[in-house]
T-cell receptor, first 120, second 111 residues
Framework: GAVVSQHPSWVICKSGTSVKIECRSL??????MFWYRQFPKQSLMLMAT?????????EQGVEKDKFLINHASLTLSTLTVTSAHPEDSSFYIC????????????????FGDGTRLSIL | DAKTTQPNSMESNEEEPVHLPCNHS???????IHWYRQLPSQGPEYVIH???SNVNNRMASLAIAEDRKSSTLILHRATLRDAAVYYC????????????FGEGTQLTVNP
């Protein structure tokens, strides 16, 4: 159980293109999903917290107009990288927190397999 | 956010137990101790979490010190598939349930 599916797994596109990444919780409902970015040889950096039915909360330094997040249902969140440039090339990973009726910190997060984005 | 300290790397032999340490001396009373691992080119994978008592699941055991200032993730019999970066993360009210990943411990498993 607790599977998170992320699509696509990799994408290569030209500079200036907008790219949409989907994150789905397959067998559980997730009120909250998270988006991370990971550069080579570095750790994961949280970009934003996505709550179903409301606006996402972005971490300091992350441009909300650049990285559009939509969380329209309890099983789907999307990240759109708008007008992508080579410096946006990275490994993007989503996670979903199971809502087991426990305190948030007592619940695991389950991660997708990531999307490798390469902007030429 | 309360920080954790882990060794940069550790080595183990296949089929032997592995003890991965984590120090968190500034842990608050409501912080849960979470462990995740990341295999190459994959997203992280949840391993285990706990608050005060030791925890066991099918993947690992988590031993938490009585003063909660340190913990140890125990892999009972390492396999080559356990080679990964292991992250010890405190998750509590002060973090707003957001996970802050540090550098983790790179575990190498020798055949």
């Amino acid at each position: 159980g607790a599977v998170v599916s992320q699509h696509p797994s990799w994408v290569i596109c030209k500079s200036g293109t907008s790219v949409k990444i989907e994150c789905r919780s397959l067998d559980f409902q997730a009120t909250t999903m998270f988006w991370y970015r990971q550069f080579p040889k570095q750790s994961l950096m949280l970009m934003a917290t996505s709550n179903e039915g409301s606006k996402a909360t972005y971490e300091q330094g992350v441009e909300k107009d650049k990285f559009l997040i939509n969380h329209a249902s309890l099983t789907l969140s999307t990240l759109t990288v708008t007008s992508a440039h080579p410096e946006d090339s990275s490994f993007y990973i989503c996670s979903a927190r199971e809502d087991r009726g426990l305190t948030y910190s007592n619940q695991p997060q389950h991660f997708g397999d990531g999307t490798r984005l390469s902007i030429l | 956010d309360a920080k954790t300290t882990q060794p940069n790397s550790m080595e183990s032999n296949e089929e032997e137990p592995v003890h991965l340490p984590c120090n968190h001396s500034t842990i608050s009373g409501t912080d849960y101790i979470h462990w995740y691992r990341q295999l190459p080119s994959q997203g992280p994978e949840y391993v285990i979490h706990g608050l005060t008592s030791n925890v066991n699941n099918r993947m690992a055991s988590l031993a938490i010190a009585e003063d909660r200032k340190s913990s140890t993730l125990i892999l009972h019999r390492a396999t080559l598939r356990d080679a990964a970066v292991y992250y010890c993360i405190l998750n509590g009210e002060t973090s707003g349930s957001r996970l802050t990943f540090g550098e983790g411990t790179q575990l190498t498993v020798n055949p």
